[in-house]
Each structure stands twice: as structure tokens, then as C-alpha cells.
């Protein structure tokens, strides 16, 4: 399997207020290095750069003023003379009245942010734009004819909305994909997010859509980060009404109850008959990750991969969350070498 994967990630340091103190993020480099490493210890495949895009393409799937934001607030904030990282205090929250972008730099990273979870800093637009590019890339490739190309995306980006930033993503690299995938005359793409946390801004990008159906297993949101989507009765909007499947699981799930809500994800997928399969790789479902609760093991993965190759689709797997970095590799390219057949 092919692989798409930029070293300007390491461009992107980010902090995180956790527990009321600004620490290192779990969102670290070495989680895509160490990924990396293992892509090549067991020979996945060719590993290429991505190539280059335009914003326009982050288009479609983001506003313009949300990627001409996200391209210049890191120069909008130091021009007020900070070199900390940018980090949102206010937000537009239920019963503020103003709908406008503020003009000042603070009211803008609120505007177009749900948390402080995605930290801006001199690096962050570059390592975004190649994360991005990866997961474009990984589509034009699949587009000729490839069965299976995963984008080692870093920053990820399930979290980021049309018009916001979020739980350390930017831009959102699977919807970008996806996206693309239909202006290249995709009739019906579906998104399958495995990551431990509610995609929420891939959801937000197609919930008034039906060309793209959107299927989460997360853990319930009731208990667990975003907190405010992925609850089982959002079944998309308008158009996109019944084109929106959540699947929120407990803490503490297993194999065994996720592979059940992977079954059902699986025949939602395959009454869609979509010309292509975007996944969003997340492997923070693992039972030592130490921001998430489920209880995955590395051999599951493999499992995971192969109901995935199951669905007969040309499928674009797209690296999203997992912070056991010692394991991480393992159990993400156990999903890439279970889909090939290689368990
Ligand atoms: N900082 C709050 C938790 C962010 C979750 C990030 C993630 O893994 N999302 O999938
Ligand atoms: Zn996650």
C-alpha cells in the first residue's frame, strides 16, 4: 500500500490546557514518526511526498474566510507584538448576538474555533497545508486505480468544521479528501470514522449533504470529548436527512462491542454503494491511550482492516488521532496490513 507523508509536520509544536495548566500537547511529532518507522519496518509499501495544492482546494469542504483566516492569523498575531502560541479565550456562544468576524485577532481565533484544543504557532499553517496535501494526494492516487493508499496526515483534522478549529485539528484532511473525490465525479463518497472521538466537524461539513454519508463509532459523547455531537439521533439535515449513521459506544468498550457497531457501520456502507471509502484513521480506541477510554488491542486492528477491505471499495485511509506513541505505529498499520490480507 502506498503512503503519503510530509516531514514538514514537524513544523507543528503544539501546547494544550489540560487540567487547567498549558502543557506539551499529546499531539506530538513523534506520534507520524513513529507511524512512519513501522510503514517501513514491515514494507507497506512506497512512501512519496505529497504534492503541492492550492487553498482553493481546501474549498468545498472549509469556507474561504476560514482558510484565509487559518493563513494568516499566525502574522495577524504577532503583529500585536506576541510570539506565544495563539490560543482562543472568547467564543460566540448561545445568547452572544453578534454573528459578524470580529476584526481583532483574540475575537477571530474564537469566531472560528469550538475549543483552545488547536494552537496556532510560526509552523502550524505549513505543517496543516502538507497534512492536508497528503490526504489530496492519497485521493489522486486512488484515483488511478489504486485499491487501498494511506495519508499519513499530521495535524489531524476530524475535528475541524466548515468554518472552525478543534481538538488539535486545522483543516479537516478526510473531508478535504472526500470533497475532492466528488469533483473528480464521485456520485457517492462515504466517510468511515474509527477514531475514539466523534468527528464532529465531518459531520458538520456534510450533514445537509447525501453525496457524502458520514458513519462514526466513538465513545458517547454524553461522557466524552466533543460532549456536544455524536449522539445516535443526528441523522443529518435537509438532503443529508438518513445520510449521517453516529454509533456512540461506552467506556471501557472492547472488540467485541466495537466490532459489532463496525458490523452495522459496514452494511450502512454497503446499502450506500459509495465509489469511494474515506477512513479516519484514528487509533486512540486502543486500551493504553491516555486521553481516551475504549479498550482495543493491537491484534484487533487487524480485524478492523479486514471488514474494512470487506466493503470493496477503493479506500483512502487517513491518519487521525492515537497518543500511545509507542504503539501507535503498531496499531495503525495493523488496520493498513489486516485490509491487504497480511494478518
Ligand atoms: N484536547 C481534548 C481532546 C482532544 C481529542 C483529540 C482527538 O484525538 N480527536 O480525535
Ligand atoms: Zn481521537
Redesign the pocket.
Known sequence: MLTVYSSDHRLHHGV?LKDGAISASFEKPERAETVLARVKTVGLGDIIAPRSYEHSDYVGAHSERYVEFLANAWSEWTATGRTSQALPLVWPIRGLPSTEVPQFIDGKLGFFSMDA?SPINEGTWEAVCSSANSALTGVDRLSSGMRGVFALCRP?G??AGREYTG??CYLNNAAIAAQRCIQQGAKRVAVLDI???HGNGTQDIFYDRSDVLFVSIHGDPAVC?PYFSGHADERGMGQGEGFNLNLPLPKGTAMAEFEAALFDASATIARYKADALIVSL?V?TFEGDP?SHFRLRSPDYLRIGEMIEGLGVPTLFVM??GYMVDEIGLNAVNVLLGFEGRT
Open positions: 494544550e484544543g489531524p476530524h475535528h481538538g488539535y477514531d475514539f472521538h470529548y484514528g486512540d486521553i487521525e488521532g
